[in-house]
């Protein structure tokens, strides 16, 4: 699986947009980009993936670019109870054999009132 | 609808003492199973992960072991644990490519 790069820490203001981004610069094409969140003491949740094109559901956006390096995760209006730690992996879309998933570090999204 | 549990949910024993945690997953058939170890402060560190029964894939090398004695049932066990077998772990599973979806997780404090 690719490597992924996170900045460590962000802080958003409660009801503004949250960005996070996410470096992939050695993705392959057959690699999705998944986006998970920690809220502390419980297991991750999973929030959204995408491919290629810009995908949307009811708990965020994650738009990625057009060479696929890199990718954004969008909480529109964000909340006190969106804060945790924000993973972002990529795997590829595979239904046999290894199918784990690895995770790093994370960023740990501060939600500010 | 697709549940998974993990008990307990908090334990705290003594070094060299022994381990069993236990994962069930209700409402699917034979999904691919995985433990995770998250220590304070750190990623999470797949340790290891299941695509049937009788068969588990070790990650990283360890006192820690795994066992997959049913379909929907995960255990992790050791022998004699150490100090830095402190963590909170994390049972998940998944069917085919979709999501990975958690457990609660046990939170272990080796004293």
């Known amino acids: 699986d690719a490597k992924t790069t996170q900045p460590p820490s962000m802080d958003c203001a409660e009801g503004r947009a949250a960005n996070l981004p996410c470096n992939h610069s050695?993705?392959?094409?057959?690699?999705?980009v998944y986006w998970y969140r920690q809220i502390h003491s419980q297991g991750p949740q999973y929030i959204i993936h995408?491919?290629?094109n810009n995908e949307t559901n009811e708990m965020a956006s994650l738009i990625i670019t057009e060479d696929r390096k890199s990718s954004t995760l969008i909480l529109p209006h964000a909340t006190l109870r969106d804060t945790a730690v924000y993973y972002c992996?990529?795997?590829?879309?595979?239904?046999?054999?290894?199918?784990?998933?690895?995770f790093g570090t994370g960023t740990r999204l501060t939600i500010i009132p | 609808s697709q549940t998974i549990h993990q008990w307990p949910a908090t334990l705290v024993q003594p070094v060299g003492s022994p381990l069993s945690l236990e994962c069930t997953v209700e409402?699917?058939?034979?999904?691919?199973l995985y433990w995770y170890r998250q220590a304070a402060g750190r990623g999470l560190q797949l340790l290891f992960y299941?695509?049937?029964?009788?068969?588990i894939s070790s990650e990283v090398p360890q006192n820690l072991s795994a066992s997959r004695p049913q379909d929907r049932q995960f255990i992790l066990s050791s022998k004699k644990l150490l100090l830095s077998d402190s963590g909170f772990y994390l049972c998940?599973?998944?069917?085919?490519?979709?999501?990975?979806?958690f457990g609660p997780g046990t939170r272990l404090t080796v004293t």
């Open positions: 998940a599973w998944r069917k085919g490519s979709g999501s990975l979806n």
């Open positions: 050695t993705i392959s094409g057959n690699e999705y």
């Open positions: 995408g491919l290629k």
């Open positions: 992996i990529v795997r590829a879309y595979a239904n046999f054999g290894n199918e784990k998933l690895t």
């Open positions: 409402g699917t058939s034979n999904p691919n």
């Open positions: 299941s695509v049937g029964i009788g068969q």
